[in-house]
């Protein structure tokens, strides 16, 4: 399916675009003699900096020239709005804005416009989502037309369309199969290494031990990855810097749940105002939300439109229960490789207590409360988060980060939640938006429900 947007900016000007990559770029811009690929550098990011720099030493094996850009900060946003379209979701403005931050220093050294338009690809994910996923691709072109980065190449993947697509046409990016396995790959380590961190720092006797240990394993892994050596082998050398490392677990400590908008809970830097972080040295552990855990929606969702058009007795829709069975076996196997895949580096790192989602059982626990057609941001995930930290008792707060401009997260955060926390009075939820501003205003909201949450811990020392 080709996916198309059409956008108004903020001159009331028509933009037109469509935004899945089939279109030769060089066809669509005859004036510009872009560099071929083995000139090219492709610039991606969006991660957590730790995923980033591991899909980076991954993806050096396939040929190419790769950079991860910095995790993105209030600058990036500010160029983000400067040159953007108006209304738009703080992701957008970050992610956009962190692209020509970077750019823009580029120049700053000396090369010219024409040669970094000419030289640069933008490799990103895209989709047809309800919200302004689907609008990314657009936005970024807007953005770099307006500061003067005009017919950048920008190579986009579909979130929802699984591992073969390279089909799309000729691109410098390589989305194949293998890229895919490999990004994957990278996101399950980053996730794991992410949070042996998480877990350990707020009970390290010696300050910055947990820090120093995760910068070896990085730098351990990165290198399995560029050489291709055995990952389990690679994470099991990690396990030996962590186990040397004294904890302290008598230290009582608030957990507390971060759930919210994928990019807005997953980021670690201005883009959330650092809260994991922030969190810590008030004293919390966290829980993160893992990167993994939207991989594993994605599947469950393909899984769950497979089965429902299957049995629409509308007939105008497209016959797809002709490869049902054949689909329905992809999907089952690229959910047992994930989950085969975590728990194999998972266990050779030690990691303990943890378990990955049951995407089922969120199902069952948010489906009287959303409609779990309506797929745009995290779906019924944050409600069904918030029923379970509940219910199972697993976080003293659970705090949702919407951000400022975001429909979907709005709509359940605002709306669907305040349902759940009348129904569950015990439940310690925090709402709160990040607008790229206003960050007294949310260190001391955090505060606040932190402070709730260490006085329920206290109680349960009693
Ligand atoms: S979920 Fe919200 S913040 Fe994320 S892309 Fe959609 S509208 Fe933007």
Redesign the pocket.
Known sequence: MTCSTVKVDTAGTELSYVHQEATQWQDRHPDIAYAPPEESIVLFGGLTPLQDHLLWAAIQTMGGNYVALPTPDNEAFRLGKAYGNRG?????YFTSGNLIKYLQERHEEGMSKEEIVRTYVFATASGC?P????M?TTEYRKALEAAGFGGLRIESFEQQKGIFQMEEGLRVTPFSPRFFIMAAKSVILGDILNLMGYQMRPYEVEAGAVDRAMEAAKDIIAEALQHRKNLAYAMYRCRKLFQQIPLDRTRVKPKVMVIG????AMTEGDGNYHLHRFLEEEGAEVIPQLLINRFLLSIWEAKYDLIKHATLPDTSRPKIDFGHPKKRSMIQATKLAVKGYFTLYARAIGLRNYALPNMEKLYELSRDYYPVDSD???GHMEVAHLIEAVEENLAHLVISV??F??????AVSDGIQSLITARYPNANFLAIETSGEGAANFYSRVQMALFKAKEAVKSEEV
């Not at 738009?88 to 957008?92: G, I, R, W």
């Not at 401009?405 to 709005?410: A, D, I, K, Q, V």
């Open positions: 738009q979701c703080n992701p957008t989502g919200c302004r996923f689907g990314y908008e994928f990019w807005a745009g941001g995290e919407k951000p401009g975001c429909m979907p997260s709005s």
